[in-house]
């Protein structure tokens, strides 16, 4: 009996042993499958590789985007933006913002970090000069696929895009179409000068059946001239810019299209109700009052014009922006019909090309997401307006959109040629005297004291500055 139990127990302690290693054996049978996620990885990158059909976020979390933001007024809504992108891909995208002034300080000092800036602003001829080989050739990226216009980009002497135009500004005539249909008239009929001459002068020939006049008055007053030292002067300065192939600051100019800036100027001085020798006290304020208040069709002025036209409760008027529109200056030259707004803009975005590939690769991706996702064309058309993308959303800023539109219908951008005035201030001077003068005395003579002005007196101005 005793050996029959004995034999027993042995049997049973020989299945525990034979139970026990079957369990610790068990994880190392089953280790591929707790590896199955490793297995499956192909098919979790599914949205990457549908990426083309939808505008999705790329998926580059390798990398991370640095911005150093130009426009202080915008950092709430850069921020969001950059948190929401990092949400929705897990790529880290940092905004920071840059005082009031103090951009190129700030970005000398982050560009000599460690971790500087993957994406910043770089403006102009002058600043390209010096960032050069720290900005990427965008040619042929999809960001730069999606621009809707050449006019605001920056190349080097070897051709490359090396700072793309993400936002810019307009100036031209705004027009109160509502009273231009009053008058008998629409947008429609003005497409150059000579329409634009026809229909100016009939509206001043019936100022006083119509109750309103065709211009606001042109002011020479300091609050105002520069509207017209400046802004109008752009138009001959333009066109002979571009037939010279001019790119930087000439020492002197041949005011080849005077004539085309005569016959604006006169059209805007006789074909208003301010007196043409009133025009050196004539204010800024009283121009925009008598466009606001219904006495006029057409003013001069900018895009930055909406928000005292239609949203200030502060100044006596309020207009309907579905009243309003802004057309190009049109001055006589040949083509111009194919013209669109004059439009310049210091806002351009470069990429660090020092940067590595992982984070220029996900700067490009970002700015791209930026510029043709709902949540990106959004931002932008809020808080910028006119921006040079195919996929941008309508502003509500009715200037901003015909800015977007013009470019869009590819007409050719007047761009900001006064940017090249030399000794600024003190040429505009020279030239409101010589307009004042013409203004109250429009003879061949005082004219030719105009193009003295601007040409002589641009001469002067640059051997000043230059030696």
Same mark, same amino acid.
């Given at each position: 009996? +005793? +050996? ?76 969001? =933006? ?65 621009? @809707? ?30 009273? =231009?249909?009053?008058?008998?008239? $629409? ?9 634009? +001459? ?113 949203? $200030? ?29 004059? $439009? ?11 940067? @590595? ?11 791209? #997401? ?45 761009? #900001? ?34 193009? $003295? ?15």
């Amino acid at each position: 009996m +005793k +050996k029959l139990i004995a034999l027993l127990l042995a049997v049973m302690m020989v299945l525990s042993l034979v139970a026990c290693a079957a369990k610790t054996e068990e994880p190392a049978a089953e280790e591929p499958a707790a590896e199955e996620p490793a297995a499956e990885e192909p098919a979790a990158e599914e949205p990457a590789a549908e990426e083309p059909a939808a505008e999705e976020p790329a998926a580059s979390a390798a990398g991370s985007v640095y911005y150093l933001n130009f426009k202080p007024e915008a950092d709430a809504a850069w921020q969001a =933006l950059a948190a929401s992108y990092t949400e929705q891909t897990g790529v880290p995208v940092k905004v920071v913002t840059a005082a009031s002034g103090d951009y190129d300080t700030t970005l000398n000092a982050q560009m000599g970090k460690d971790g500087a800036p993957t994406l910043f602003n770089c403006g102009n001829a002058a600043a390209l000069a010096n960032w050069d080989s720290y900005c990427l050739d965008l040619t042929g990226t999809d960001f730069a696929n999606e621009l @809707s216009t050449d006019s605001f980009n920056l190349y080097n002497e070897a051709g490359e895009l090396k700072a793309a135009g993400y936002c810019y500004e307009s100036f031209g005539i705004i027009v109160n179409t509502a009273l =231009l249909e009053e008058a008998g008239h $629409s947008l429609d009929e003005i497409t150059d000068f000579a329409s634009l +001459k026809t229909v100016a002068e009939d509206i001043h020939a019936r100022a006083d059946e119509l109750g309103f006049d065709a211009f606001t008055a042109s002011g020479l007053d300091g609050s105002s001239s520069w509207r017209f030292s400046g802004h109008l002067a752009n138009m001959p300065l333009y066109y002979e810019f571009r037939d010279d192939g001019v790119t930087e600051q000439p020492a002197e100019i041949t005011g080849a299209y005077m004539d085309n800036f005569r016959n604006i100027w006169d059209l805007y001085i006789n074909n208003a109700a301010a007196d043409p020798a009133s025009l050196t006290s004539s204010t800024g304020d009283e121009a925009e009052a008598q466009f606001g208040n219904g006495e006029a069709v057409f003013y001069q002025n900018g895009t930055w014009e909406y928000s005292n036209l239609v949203l $200030s409760d502060d100044l006596g008027y309020k207009m309907n922006a579905e009243d309003l529109a802004m057309i190009p200056i049109y001055c006589g030259v040949d083509g111009e019909a194919d013209a669109g707004l004059c $439009s310049g803009t210091e806002n351009c975005w470069a990429v660090n090309a020092q940067a @590595s590939e992982e984070d220029i690769q996900a700067t490009l991706d970002f700015m791209y #997401w930026v510029v043709t996702s709902d949540e990106g064309t959004a931002m932008l058309a809020e808080q910028f307006g006119s921006v040079p993308f195919k996929s941008a959303k309508a502003p509500e800023n009715v200037f901003c959109a015909d800015a977007n539109d013009l470019v869009n219908a590819g007409k050719y951008t007047v761009s #900001w040629a006064f940017n090249y005035t030399p000794n600024v201030d003190s040429w505009r001077a020279g030239v409101v005297t010589a307009l004042a003068a013409y203004s109250a005395d429009q003879s061949d003579a005082n004219w030719d004291e105009v193009v $003295s002005a601007c040409v002589d007196g641009w001469a002067i101005e640059y051997a000043t500055v230059n030696g």
